[in-house]
């Protein structure tokens, strides 16, 4: 058990790559606390399944846009486990595709409310709890290229992720690891709803490994960032998108 005894954090865990995240750090005994902001029902379903597998969990319901949430959400996990071991920063989203000459400063500022500020609220709160562990970050390929259409304010908050990963790396070593994952195509709801058919297919068809990536896939990743299996590495953001972007 890589993480037996230990209790972390999922934001955004009631679904997708988070749910996926959290099942598997429970697998290897840790505690999980699971955020989530209207996906109450995956949430609890998530715990359940955490549960039956002899874990334990807990869901709890938060706006991370929200310092009261956050604080809440943290407060929580304490009450309930004892401490915060691991956080992953799961939470957040594109909102809509926006060109800049159609975007408004409202949702250019919701947008890196939701991706960037959340998760430096979200790790200033775990940081009173934590004296030794790991954060790992969910950036994007998006933060590395650019995104596609009308995301240039979601790929700007996930490159700006991406270098708040690096700064924490040396802020908070040696005692606390911090690293990103940076996903490219995974197979989500996040695609379902902004990403049309064809773009999909087109990166099946040109991607090396011709297909999309899954949800179990990623949260590998997150569980290698989250032990000591990864305990020479901070400050990385790990691509995981298939081979369509090396960096």
């Not at 802020?171 to 695609?191: K, Q």
Request: include cysteine; charged fraction near 20%; charge should be negative.
């Amino acid at each position: 058990m890589k993480l037996q005894g230990k209790t972390a954090i999922v934001t955004g865990g009631g679904r997708d790559i988070g749910s996926a995240i959290a099942v598997k750090l429970a697998s290897e005994g840790a505690n999980v606390a699971i955020n989530y902001f209207a996906s109450s029902k995956g949430a609890d379903e998530t715990v359940a399944k955490i549960e039956a597998a002899g874990g334990k969990a807990i869901a709890v319901q938060g706006d991370l846009n929200k310092q009261e949430d956050v604080d809440a959400l943290t407060q929580k996990t304490v009450d309930a486990f004892g401490g915060i071991d691991v956080l992953v920063n799961n939470a957040g989203g594109l909102i809509a595709r926006k060109t800049i000459s159609d975007m408004s400063l409202e949702h250019w500022n919701a947008v890196m409310t939701l991706n960037l500020t959340s998760t430096f609220m979200m790790i200033k709160a775990c940081l009173a709890h934590m004296k030794t562990g790991a954060i790992v970050n969910l950036s994007s390929q998006a933060g590395r290229d650019g995104g596609g259409p009308g995301a240039v304010a979601y790929a700007t908050s996930k490159g700006a992720l991406m270098t708040m990963t690096r700064g924490l790396a040396k802020e908070l070593g040696p005692d606390i690891r911090c690293n990103a994952l940076c996903p490219g195509m995974i197979d989500t709801d996040f695609h379902n709803i902004h990403t049309p058919d064809a773009g999909r297919r087109g990166f099946e068809a040109n991607a090396p490994l011709k297909r999309q990536g899954n949800v179990d896939e990623a949260a590998n990743l997150v569980l290698f960032l989250a032990c000591e299996d990864s305990s020479f590495i901070t400050g990385a953001n790990i691509d995981i998108n298939g081979g369509m972007l090396f960096s």
